[in-house]
């Protein structure tokens, strides 16, 4: 495996962001509403969702952490989950797979999840490549467009949103409780990863991060992938970004600009202050927008 320098300290930076809390497993499990949970972590956010048919539960960040996660899953749900919805293929989402599966977990995802999942991933931007998965550890129910579940008195609309984040990203929309679980479409913490080599788009972003708008209203709670959980407000902030971002680096890229020349001028330094985290720096930030248009 080969690992640049670049991942290394952004994974760092990324893992020093989000060690908060529970000084024992550093997780944390915060309600959403009734019977939905968030778990912060070192990875993406987990959603969980409890009720009399079974337990439903959204991404699982490190196979290292499993047990953790699992302890805090039974905390709340008082089992193990019956069903586990991957938002999209990134190891800090899926990283867990193997042990729910082998669990008795039935993973559903969509269909480029299965794909990315079962064959070796080099991620250029991250300077690193990551194995195949075993069988275990793939979506057994993949889908193109959606899918919904009528789960614990509720209709769960899992939708595919085409080119955002990756090229398999879906949203998961409790429709009845009103909240939403964005995979990493969304994040509250900052600057959003893009992973442009996996199909990502700036444009797809944005149309993605639009139509949770739609779903939205001043009540609707939503699980971003990284950061607190938020409402629509801080939603229609997180678009403003994306869209000053995509119009401002696209026009210097129009302009004939060369990536070194875009970074040079700084075209994003009024969002800096407010958005820049971790590994997810302006500089990084303007970088994945540039190469992904
Ligand atoms: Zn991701």
Same mark, same amino acid.
């Given at each position: 495996?080969?690992?640049?320098?670049?991942?290394?300290?952004?994974?760092?930076?990324?893992?020093?962001?989000?060690?908060?809390?529970?000084?024992?497993?550093?997780?944390?499990?915060?309600?959403?509403?009734?019977?939905?949970?968030?778990?912060?972590?070192?990875?993406?956010?987990?959603?969980?969702?409890?009720?009399?048919?079974?337990?439903?539960?959204?991404?699982?960040?490190?196979?290292?952490?499993?047990?953790?996660?699992?302890?805090?899953?039974?905390?709340?749900?008082?089992?193990?989950?019956?069903?586990?919805?991957?938002?999209?293929?990134?190891?800090?989402?899926?990283?867990?797979?193997?042990?729910?599966?082998?669990?008795?977990?039935?993973?559903?995802?969509?269909?480029?999840?299965?794909?990315?999942?079962?064959?070796?991933?080099?991620?250029?931007?991250?300077?690193?490549?990551?194995?195949?998965?075993?069988?275990? /550890?793939?979506?057994?129910?993949?889908?193109?467009?959606?899918?919904?579940?009528?789960?614990?008195?509720?209709?769960?609309?899992?939708?595919?949103?085409?080119?955002?984040?990756?090229?398999? %990203?879906?949203?998961?929309?409790?429709?009845?409780?009103?909240?939403?679980?964005?995979?990493?479409?969304?994040?509250?913490?900052?600057?959003?990863?893009?992973?442009?080599?996996?199909?990502?788009?700036? %444009?797809?972003?944005?149309?993605?991060?639009?139509?949770?708008?739609?779903?939205?209203?001043?009540?609707?709670?939503?699980?971003?992938?990284?950061?607190?959980?938020?409402?629509?407000?801080?939603?229609?902030?997180?678009? /403003?970004? =994306?869209?000053?971002?995509?119009?401002?680096?696209?026009?210097?890229?129009?302009?004939?600009?060369? =990536?070194?020349?875009?970074?040079?001028? %700084?075209?994003?330094?009024?969002?800096?202050?407010?958005?820049?985290?971790?590994?997810?720096?302006?500089?990084?930030?303007?970088?994945?927008?540039?190469?992904?248009?």
């Amino acid at each position: 495996m080969k690992t640049g320098k670049y991942a290394v300290a952004g994974l760092l930076t990324l893992v020093l962001a989000h060690s908060v809390l529970a000084a024992d497993t550093g997780l944390e499990t915060v309600p959403v509403t009734d019977g939905i949970y968030m778990i912060a972590g070192e990875g993406g956010n987990i959603g969980v969702f409890v009720g009399e048919d079974g337990t439903f539960m959204i991404d699982d960040q490190f196979a290292p952490v499993t047990d953790n996660i699992l302890d805090a899953v039974r905390e709340v749900s008082g089992e193990a989950p019956r069903f586990l919805v991957n938002t999209h293929y990134h190891f800090d989402h899926t990283g867990g797979n193997e042990n729910l599966g082998e669990g008795g977990a039935i993973i559903v995802a969509h269909d480029n999840v299965r794909k990315r999942l079962s064959v070796d991933q080099v991620s250029e931007v991250l300077g690193r490549t990551f194995e195949a998965q075993p069988d275990v /550890a793939l979506p057994v129910i993949t889908f193109d467009e959606g899918v919904t579940f009528h789960w614990n008195g509720d209709r769960v609309d899992v939708i595919h949103v085409p080119n955002g984040h990756t090229d398999g %990203d879906a949203i998961v929309h409790f429709v009845g409780a009103n909240v939403i679980h964005t995979g990493d479409l969304v994040f509250s913490a900052g600057y959003p990863f893009l992973d442009y080599g996996a199909g990502g788009s700036i %444009d797809g972003m944005i149309a993605g991060a639009r139509k949770i708008l739609a779903m939205t209203d001043t009540e609707t709670r939503i699980i971003p992938g990284h950061g607190p959980v938020m409402e629509r407000e801080k939603l229609t902030d997180y678009i /403003a970004m =994306l869209e000053a971002s995509r119009d401002r680096v696209a026009a210097l890229k129009n302009e004939g600009k060369s =990536l070194e020349e875009v970074l040079k001028t %700084d075209p994003l330094a009024g969002h800096h202050d407010d958005w820049s985290w971790g590994m997810m720096t302006g500089e990084f930030w303007t970088r994945l927008v540039y190469n992904s248009l």
